[in-house]
């Protein structure tokens, strides 16, 4: 009885707190709504007023002091964020889309992208995917700093969705995958064993899921599977709860081939055999590569029977000093790779 009553507490209290976590994410949402209604509201104050009255910057120096010694020091109002309050507002105020976009996301990412983007197609893009994905600072900065929006716009996707899955789940799949994927947190400036890549991305797995997109969740990296008394290794092994796939990511440090699309599609067979769900969507490859030619990679893609796409990704190319220092001659890391090759065959 005790047992009965212990089991049915931890789930009433689990309820509890997943219905607490919820109400606390909501209000949160709800608080950077109102705050960025406010900011809205006081930008389009001030402008309208230094128009009106031919008030000069002087105006909302004034303003801060008053504003912070009536509001206890908030940092909120300070001269520096009043300007940014105008500055929002002057950015937004003939684009009703995104000024209702904008509100989407917290103030500390909005001032980054006025301060680091200004053509607005591209404020647009980086407003949406920090709404859906929910980059923080240093991920919205990094990700601009990568140029995302430049390589998403001027690479096409090659993939094979449309001929490996159904005309609605393709759409959704096409959406999950990116043309250029952005490894700039790794901090890797030189050719490296693919092994070490697969490394150092399972450090740092939570950045490299926001990398891939919404919805992924890991599962983990040289996943086994079997046919008959061969063993198969999944580099990198994901779901995606949006499409309700397993996601098989494969790494490669030097240019696709053709027999990399092969040894995806054994892989995916497997998975679609021996791990996927009765209520789960085909599995789908990404094979990430340093380089790839278009047209190898469309001819690889037609041949192939499940679904998978090719992207390629590029690392940092400004490393820290300190990292710098530590990272083998050019030659040394040449040879490496050739033994790696070599070792291989």
């Not at 009885?1 to 909501?26: D, T």
């Not at 930008?43 to 120096?61: C, D, F, L």
């Not at 504003?67 to 300070?78: C, M, Q, R, Y």
């Not at 919404?214 to 580099?235: A, C, H, P």
């Amino acid at each position: 009885m005790k047992n009965i009553i212990s089991k049915g507490y931890i789930k009433f209290l689990n309820e509890i707190k997943s219905r607490i976590i919820s109400a606390k994410i909501r209000a949160s949402r709800s608080v950077n709504k109102e705050s960025l209604r406010l900011y809205w509201d006081i930008g389009a104050i001030i402008v309208a007023r230094q128009k009106q009255y031919g008030w000069g910057n002087s105006i909302v120096e004034k303003l801060a002091v008053d504003l912070t010694a009536e509001f206890n020091n908030v940092e909120g109002f300070s001269v520096q964020n009043l300007w940014r309050m105008r500055l929002f507002y002057l950015a937004y105020k003939d684009s009703p889309k995104l000024a209702q976009l904008v509100r989407e996301i917290p103030w500390g990412q909005n001032i980054v992208i006025l301060q680091m983007v200004k053509d607005m197609k591209e404020r647009e893009y980086y407003i949406r995917a920090t709404a859906e994905m929910g980059w923080s600072r240093n991920v919205l900065m990094n990700q601009i700093k990568a140029g995302a929006y430049r390589y998403q716009k001027t690479i096409p996707k090659q993939h094979n969705f449309p001929k490996a899955l159904p005309e609605h789940l393709a759409e959704q799949a096409d959406e999950s995958l990116k043309s250029v994927y952005n490894l700039d947190f790794l901090d890797i400036t030189r050719p490296v064993l693919e092994r070490e890549l697969e490394r150092r991305l399972v450090e740092k797995i939570k950045r490299f899921m926001l990398e891939l997109g919404k919805g992924f969740s890991f599962i983990g990296n040289q996943y086994r599977l079997t046919l008959e008394d061969n063993e198969y290794f999944v580099d990198l092994l994901f779901y995606n709860r949006i499409i309700k796939s397993l996601v098989a990511v494969e790494l490669k440090t030097g240019k696709f081939e053709i027999e990399h699309a092969a040894k995806m599609d054994l892989y995916l067979d497997l998975l679609n055999e021996q791990v996927k769900l009765e209520d789960e969507n085909p599995s789908i490859g990404i094979i990430l590569c340093v380089k790839k030619d278009s047209i190898v990679v469309e001819y690889a893609m037609r041949r192939a029977v499940n679904p998978m796409g090719v992207a390629q990704y590029r690392l940092t190319a400004h490393p820290p000093k300190e990292l710098k220092a530590l990272l083998p001659p050019e030659h040394e890391m040449k040879s490496q790779l050739q033994n790696e090759i070599k070792i291989r065959k």
